[in-house]
Protein backbone atom coordinates (compact mmCIF):
# COMPACT_ATOMS: atom_id res chain seq x y z
CA UNK A 1 0.00 0.00 0.00
CA UNK A 2 1.79 3.42 -1.17
CA UNK A 3 0.31 6.07 1.37
CA UNK A 4 2.67 8.59 -0.01
CA UNK A 5 1.91 9.48 -3.88
CA UNK A 6 4.20 11.76 -5.91
CA UNK A 7 4.20 13.23 -9.12
CA UNK A 8 5.77 14.30 -11.52
CA UNK A 9 7.86 11.05 -12.42
CA UNK A 10 10.11 13.26 -14.10
CA UNK A 11 10.01 16.91 -14.62
CA UNK A 12 12.72 18.96 -17.18
CA UNK A 13 13.20 22.89 -16.33
CA UNK A 14 15.14 25.88 -17.43
CA UNK A 15 17.22 27.34 -15.41
CA UNK A 16 16.17 30.10 -13.36
CA UNK A 17 12.26 28.09 -13.76
CA UNK A 18 10.12 27.24 -10.85
CA UNK A 19 10.05 23.18 -10.39
CA UNK A 20 6.87 22.02 -9.06
CA UNK A 21 6.58 18.55 -7.25
CA UNK A 22 3.24 17.40 -5.70
CA UNK A 23 2.28 14.40 -2.82
CA UNK A 24 -0.46 13.39 -1.57
CA UNK A 25 -1.08 11.10 1.79
CA UNK A 26 -3.44 8.81 3.15
CA UNK A 27 -2.61 8.60 6.64
CA UNK A 28 -4.59 11.55 9.01
CA UNK A 29 -2.15 10.45 11.81
CA UNK A 30 0.72 11.84 9.81
CA UNK A 31 2.39 14.61 10.96
CA UNK A 32 5.84 15.00 9.91
CA UNK A 33 6.41 15.84 6.31
CA UNK A 34 10.19 15.77 4.80
CA UNK A 35 11.69 16.42 1.41
CA UNK A 36 14.91 15.11 0.47
CA UNK A 37 17.40 15.00 -2.46
CA UNK A 38 19.58 12.14 -3.47
CA UNK A 39 21.90 12.80 -5.93
CA UNK A 40 23.26 9.35 -8.24
CA UNK A 41 25.15 6.76 -6.07
CA UNK A 42 24.41 9.21 -2.74
CA UNK A 43 22.55 9.24 0.14
CA UNK A 44 19.34 11.49 0.63
CA UNK A 45 19.86 14.63 2.21
CA UNK A 46 17.44 16.49 3.87
CA UNK A 47 16.15 20.01 2.21
CA UNK A 48 13.45 21.54 4.27
CA UNK A 49 10.60 19.93 6.65
CA UNK A 50 7.24 21.40 7.52
CA UNK A 51 4.23 20.28 10.66
CA UNK A 52 0.24 20.62 9.48
CA UNK A 53 0.70 23.45 12.28
CA UNK A 54 1.53 25.76 9.01
CA UNK A 55 0.69 26.18 5.96
CA UNK A 56 4.12 27.20 3.91
CA UNK A 57 7.77 27.28 5.09
CA UNK A 58 10.18 28.52 2.99
CA UNK A 59 13.92 27.97 3.27
CA UNK A 60 16.11 29.57 0.24
CA UNK A 61 14.67 28.82 -2.87
CA UNK A 62 12.72 26.29 -1.57
CA UNK A 63 9.45 26.30 -0.06
CA UNK A 64 6.93 23.62 1.24
CA UNK A 65 3.11 24.31 1.15
CA UNK A 66 1.03 22.25 3.05
CA UNK A 67 -2.58 21.83 2.65
CA UNK A 68 -4.52 19.41 5.46
CA UNK A 69 -7.85 19.62 4.38
CA UNK A 70 -6.88 17.96 1.28
CA UNK A 71 -3.75 16.34 2.37
CA UNK A 72 -1.32 17.21 -0.19
CA UNK A 73 1.87 18.85 0.11
CA UNK A 74 4.10 20.30 -2.65
CA UNK A 75 7.83 21.33 -3.08
CA UNK A 76 8.68 24.73 -5.12
CA UNK A 77 11.55 25.24 -6.44
CA UNK A 78 12.37 28.69 -6.96
CA UNK A 79 14.76 29.92 -9.54
CA UNK A 80 15.67 26.15 -10.44
CA UNK A 81 19.81 25.72 -11.23
CA UNK A 82 21.79 22.94 -13.07
CA UNK A 83 23.08 22.11 -10.23
CA UNK A 84 19.76 21.37 -8.80
CA UNK A 85 19.18 18.52 -11.03
CA UNK A 86 18.38 15.79 -8.84
CA UNK A 87 16.15 12.93 -7.27
CA UNK A 88 13.50 14.08 -4.94
CA UNK A 89 11.74 12.58 -2.92
CA UNK A 90 8.48 13.29 -0.14
CA UNK A 91 8.38 11.72 2.86
CA UNK A 92 5.92 11.21 5.91
CA UNK A 93 5.84 10.21 9.09
CA UNK A 94 3.85 10.35 12.23
CA UNK A 95 6.44 11.94 14.16
CA UNK A 96 9.96 13.14 13.42
CA UNK A 97 11.89 10.40 14.47
CA UNK A 98 9.75 7.84 13.64
CA UNK A 99 9.84 5.55 10.10
CA UNK A 100 9.10 7.61 7.29
CA UNK A 101 7.15 6.32 4.64
CA UNK A 102 8.61 7.82 0.90
CA UNK A 103 6.74 8.81 -2.40
CA UNK A 104 8.25 7.36 -5.43
CA UNK A 105 10.35 10.28 -6.28
CA UNK A 106 10.77 13.20 -8.76
CA UNK A 107 13.68 13.13 -11.27
CA UNK A 108 14.44 16.79 -12.04
CA UNK A 109 16.58 17.87 -15.02
CA UNK A 110 17.78 21.60 -15.03
CA UNK A 111 18.22 22.33 -18.28
CA UNK A 112 21.09 25.51 -18.83
CA UNK B 1 26.79 18.68 12.18
CA UNK B 2 24.46 15.55 12.33
CA UNK B 3 27.08 13.03 9.95
CA UNK B 4 26.41 9.44 9.20
CA UNK B 5 28.85 7.56 7.40
CA UNK B 6 28.25 4.03 5.99
CA UNK B 7 31.04 1.57 5.88
CA UNK B 8 32.17 0.45 3.03
CA UNK B 9 30.82 2.54 0.14
CA UNK B 10 30.54 -0.25 -1.92
CA UNK B 11 31.67 -3.93 -1.82
CA UNK B 12 31.51 -7.00 -3.77
CA UNK B 13 31.36 -10.49 -3.16
CA UNK B 14 30.47 -13.77 -4.20
CA UNK B 15 27.15 -15.94 -4.44
CA UNK B 16 26.59 -17.53 -0.70
CA UNK B 17 29.23 -15.12 1.17
CA UNK B 18 28.30 -12.77 4.04
CA UNK B 19 28.59 -9.05 3.78
CA UNK B 20 28.40 -6.71 6.95
CA UNK B 21 27.83 -3.06 6.45
CA UNK B 22 28.40 -0.48 9.50
CA UNK B 23 26.61 2.42 10.10
CA UNK B 24 27.96 5.11 12.25
CA UNK B 25 26.30 8.38 13.45
CA UNK B 26 29.96 10.65 13.95
CA UNK B 27 28.51 13.32 15.92
CA UNK B 28 25.74 12.49 17.77
CA UNK B 29 24.06 9.96 19.46
CA UNK B 30 21.37 7.67 18.07
CA UNK B 31 18.98 5.76 20.15
CA UNK B 32 17.05 4.51 16.59
CA UNK B 33 18.33 3.77 13.25
CA UNK B 34 16.87 2.53 10.46
CA UNK B 35 17.82 0.12 7.21
CA UNK B 36 16.54 0.93 4.00
CA UNK B 37 16.87 -0.46 0.39
CA UNK B 38 16.90 1.15 -3.17
CA UNK B 39 16.96 -0.61 -6.57
CA UNK B 40 18.19 1.80 -9.51
CA UNK B 41 15.41 4.43 -10.25
CA UNK B 42 13.46 3.29 -7.17
CA UNK B 43 12.39 5.03 -3.85
CA UNK B 44 13.51 4.22 -0.76
CA UNK B 45 12.18 0.73 1.02
CA UNK B 46 12.21 0.65 4.39
CA UNK B 47 13.72 -2.75 5.82
CA UNK B 48 14.16 -2.88 9.54
CA UNK B 49 13.99 -0.34 12.80
CA UNK B 50 17.37 -0.70 14.62
CA UNK B 51 16.74 0.37 18.11
CA UNK B 52 20.18 0.25 20.43
CA UNK B 53 20.42 -2.68 23.12
CA UNK B 54 16.96 -4.40 21.59
CA UNK B 55 15.94 -6.46 18.43
CA UNK B 56 15.35 -4.90 15.48
CA UNK B 57 12.10 -4.48 14.13
CA UNK B 58 11.50 -5.86 10.70
CA UNK B 59 9.12 -4.37 7.92
CA UNK B 60 6.67 -6.85 6.70
CA UNK B 61 8.43 -9.16 3.69
CA UNK B 62 11.73 -8.97 4.97
CA UNK B 63 13.60 -12.01 6.02
CA UNK B 64 14.98 -11.23 9.84
CA UNK B 65 17.59 -14.18 9.14
CA UNK B 66 18.99 -12.95 6.07
CA UNK B 67 18.95 -9.68 6.98
CA UNK B 68 20.46 -9.47 10.48
CA UNK B 69 20.43 -6.08 12.32
CA UNK B 70 22.78 -5.65 15.32
CA UNK B 71 22.90 -1.94 17.36
CA UNK B 72 25.10 -2.66 19.98
CA UNK B 73 25.72 1.28 20.86
CA UNK B 74 24.57 4.70 20.64
CA UNK B 75 26.53 5.59 17.35
CA UNK B 76 27.27 2.03 15.77
CA UNK B 77 24.85 -0.09 13.96
CA UNK B 78 25.40 -3.08 11.91
CA UNK B 79 23.82 -4.73 8.79
CA UNK B 80 24.88 -8.08 7.77
CA UNK B 81 23.42 -10.03 4.72
CA UNK B 82 23.74 -13.18 5.23
CA UNK B 83 24.45 -15.74 1.99
CA UNK B 84 24.11 -13.02 -0.33
CA UNK B 85 22.60 -13.57 -3.88
CA UNK B 86 22.66 -11.98 -6.85
CA UNK B 87 19.01 -10.76 -6.28
CA UNK B 88 20.45 -9.14 -3.04
CA UNK B 89 22.40 -6.48 -4.71
CA UNK B 90 21.12 -3.48 -4.66
CA UNK B 91 22.05 -0.11 -2.71
CA UNK B 92 21.58 -0.65 1.08
CA UNK B 93 20.94 3.25 3.45
CA UNK B 94 20.78 3.73 6.98
CA UNK B 95 19.78 6.69 8.67
CA UNK B 96 20.56 7.51 12.38
CA UNK B 97 17.78 9.58 14.46
CA UNK B 98 19.42 12.11 16.28
CA UNK B 99 16.90 12.25 19.50
CA UNK B 100 17.74 16.17 20.38
CA UNK B 101 19.22 17.83 17.50
CA UNK B 102 17.83 19.15 13.85
CA UNK B 103 15.21 21.81 13.52
CA UNK B 104 12.71 19.09 14.49
CA UNK B 105 13.88 16.71 17.16
CA UNK B 106 14.13 13.51 16.57
CA UNK B 107 15.01 14.35 12.81
CA UNK B 108 16.65 11.52 10.63
CA UNK B 109 19.96 11.76 8.98
CA UNK B 110 21.13 9.38 6.09
CA UNK B 111 24.00 7.78 5.60
CA UNK B 112 25.89 8.07 2.03
CA UNK B 113 24.56 4.55 1.42
CA UNK B 114 26.50 1.41 0.54
CA UNK B 115 26.18 -0.45 -2.83
CA UNK B 116 26.03 -4.42 -2.88
CA UNK B 117 26.86 -6.39 -5.70
CA UNK B 118 26.49 -9.99 -5.30
CA UNK B 119 28.30 -12.09 -8.69
Known amino acids: QQQVKQSPQSLIVQKGGISIINCAYE??????FPWYQQFPGKGPALLIAIRPDVSEKKEGRFTISFNKSAKQFSLHIMDSQPGDSATYFCAASKAAGNKLTFGGGTRVLVKP | GAVVSQHPSWVICKSGTSVKIECRSLDFQATTMFWYRQFPKQSLMLMATSNEGSKATYEQGVEKDKFLINHASLTLSTLTVTSAHPEDSSFYICSARDRTGGVFVGEQFFGPGTRLTVL
Open chain 1, 27 to 32: NTAFDY
